[in-house]
């Protein structure tokens, strides 16, 4: 994201501390050890230290004709081996850029190892390297942490790049932390008597410590904005110190006098208000903004000065670790949530005295079908939850109560689940559509035969949802079978929804529906194929008066269409098709084309 170079340079200071904090160069930045959060402003960039330079890393040229507008730098070097980052928090309002040099003079910076520009339209307070501290993990203004060795040097420049310049906090973070608490980053780096910067929280005594041996006397000096003014009185090599000024003490020893400047910022306790109590309805993959809880945790606090985080535990909240991510996935159930409210300019000075019960009632889940069918010759059907919960109360809009109903008649049926649990009501609703299907019924079975396959059509005129097998093959959702081969078999027909199957044998099998027994060669007998297939098949030949005119076997050479040696009429004739079934019961084939024509 490039920024908009309309921004105006800023020169004011941070509250109570920020004029003697500022370094307008690189040469002159500000040493850095221990742990200490550093509080700090910006104010103009002194001399150019890009040396006209358009570009460093992310960094680039602002109306100010250079890379830095409103700068501050700092130096600090590594004392332990493992990951290092940090926050720089400010006010939301505002846009602040860093770039980090790993260096070990300003004469070669080289280009950054971490670096961010990113403007603040998203109104963020953190910006820095590791990981945010307000649990956002996709923060643009967040680079990844520093993996470092012990004995590096490090220059961090900070810039202010918009028109409100009130100040910013810097906190170290990272695992050197964890294993060198307090030895993380090497102190030799600074060489004044009274060590560096000290930033303290209010109601807190800061005892500075001037012990020099040999000394004869000592002088402590206090600047608050106007300059360093003699403390009446002040005289010991320790000094008490309530108030947040650039402290001084000028030591006198018999060899002339050590003077030493040392910056001391007392930050606000911030006072967490009560927290009132989160009850709500839990659904699947629900989300909870617990920023919205802000409000009541800050009160009349400033914002933009404090930033409240959530923690699981009281222990976390009170070391300010494993934050809940503001978009909470709240899981059902009662937790009790510790919250802590801290200063952004100084993490260390935070309440974390207050908690709140979160309690997700959880929303029926319900498991039944939405779609019910029943039989037409069925005595009813059970709808409903069939493992209900006995904390839930159940109505339905039968006016039944009862978690589940017998129904017998096809309709819409409503079923309210309710949890009731604190005064919450937390429903569901499910309607459940109940459908009668009819009973199968085979109403006629189409055989085109006289092939080597045939095709069989399973007609039915009842209308429901059916599925159809040949012999032992696979259910089918086409009433239509190809490639059927002569012979016996089965044809089943079923409902899908479990309301009954009938089932009927069929016989398939060829034959010519016209045969002329004149003389050609061609056509002069009938007769019917594939009755090899069949146990003792039997076929009888009719005219239309029923009198019989012919019997074969499957061995019959076939009909020539006479009786008794004389030729019948050309007409219509028809036959029948027995044979013995499984049971050893003479059996006639059902669904033939049972009439074929003599043609002379």
């Not at 960039?45 to 501050?72: K, W």
């Not at 801290?342 to 929303?363: K, M």
Request: some cysteine.
């Amino acid at each position: 994201m490039v920024k908009l170079l309309t921004k105006v340079l800023a020169v004011i200071f941070f509250c109570q501390m920020a004029h003697s904090q500022v370094t307008s160069e690189c040469a002159d930045a500000t040493p850095i050890c221990s742990n200490t959060p550093i509080n700090g402003g910006a104010n103009g960039y002194g001399i150019d230290d890009f040396n006209g330079a358009t570009s460093s890393g992310c960094l680039e040229q602002t109306v100010s004709g250079a890379i830095e507008s409103n700068s501050v730098w700092y130096r600090f070097r590594t004392a332990a081996t493992g990951q290092l980052g940090f926050n720089i928090g400010h006010d939301s309002a505002e846009d602040w850029d860093f770039a980090l040099y790993r260096a070990s003079n300003c004469n070669n910076l080289g280009d950054p190892i971490r670096c961010n520009f990113f403007d603040n339209s998203d109104f963020k307070t953190f910006i820095g390297v590791g990981e945010d501290p307000t649990g956002d993990m996709d923060s643009v203004h967040y680079e990844d942490w520093v993996d470092v060795s012990p004995g590096e040097d490090y220059y961090l420049l900070i810039n202010n790049f918009s028109n409100v310049n009130s100040g910013f906090s810097i906190q170290f973070t990272g695992d050197i932390w964890v294993t060198n608490p307090n030895s993380a980053l090497d102190c030799s780096i600074v060489n004044n008597l009274l060590g560096p910067p000290i930033a303290a929280c209010e109601n807190e005594t800061v005892v500075l410590d001037a012990t020099t041996p040999a000394a004869t006397g000592y002088e402590w000096y206090a600047d608050t904005g106007s300059g360093f003014q003699l403390i009446a009185g002040a005289v010991s090599p320790t000094l008490n110190v309530l108030n947040s000024a650039m402290y001084r003490t000028v030591v006198t020893t018999a060899t002339g006098t050590v003077i030493s400047d040392v910056q001391v910022a007392f930050n606000p306790v911030p006072v967490t208000g009560a927290m009132m109590e989160e009850i709500s309805c839990h659904i699947e993959g629900m989300i909870f903004d617990l920023e919205t809880k802000d409000i009541e945790a800050l009160g009349a606090q400033d914002p933009n000065s404090y930033i409240v985080s959530y923690h699981s535990s009281q222990a976390d909240a009170l070391t300010g670790i494993n934050p809940l991510m503001k978009q909470y996935a709240k899981s059902s159930g009662q937790e009790v949530i510790y919250v802590r409210t801290a200063s952004l300019a100084n993490p260390n000075c935070y309440d974390a005295s207050e908690s709140f019960v979160f309690d997700a009632i959880e929303t029926p889940n319900l498991t039944f079908s939405e779609e019910v069918t029943i039989c037409e010759d069925s005595s009813g059907i059970v709808i409903g939850e069939t493992m209900p919960n006995p904390n839930y109360s159940y109505s339905w809009s039968t006016g039944e109560v009862t978690p589940t109903i017998n129904v017998s008649q096809e309709g819409e049926y409503m079923l309210t689940v309710t949890n009731s649990s604190n005064g919450i009501n937390c429903e569901t609703n499910r309607n459940v559509s109940v459908r009668t299907s009819v009973l199968p019924a085979i109403y006629d079975i189409e055989i085109e035969d006289l092939q080597s396959s045939n095709t069989v059509t399973v007609v039915t005129q009842v209308d429901g949802n059916f599925e159809y097998r040949l012999d032992d093959g696979a259910f089918q959702t086409s009433n239509v079978f190809d490639g059927v081969f002569a012979g016996m078999h089965t044809v089943t027909m079923r409902d899908i929804f479990g309301c009954g199957e009938v089932t009927e044998n069929i016989v398939v099998v060829g034959f010519s529906p016209i045969f002329s027994p004149n003389g050609d060669v061609l056509n002069e007998t009938w007769h019917i194929d594939g009755l090899s297939v069949l146990n003792s098949p039997i076929v009888t030949i009719y005219d239309r008066y029923g009198k019989l005119i012919k019997e074969m076997t499957e061995f019959s050479a076939g009909w020539d269409g006479s009786l008794n040696g004389k030729p019948l009429p050309s007409t219509d004739y028809w036959f029948k098709l027995s044979y013995i079934d499984d049971n050893g019961n003479r059996t006639d084939a059902k669904y033939l084309q049972n009439h074929f024509s003599l043609r002379r």
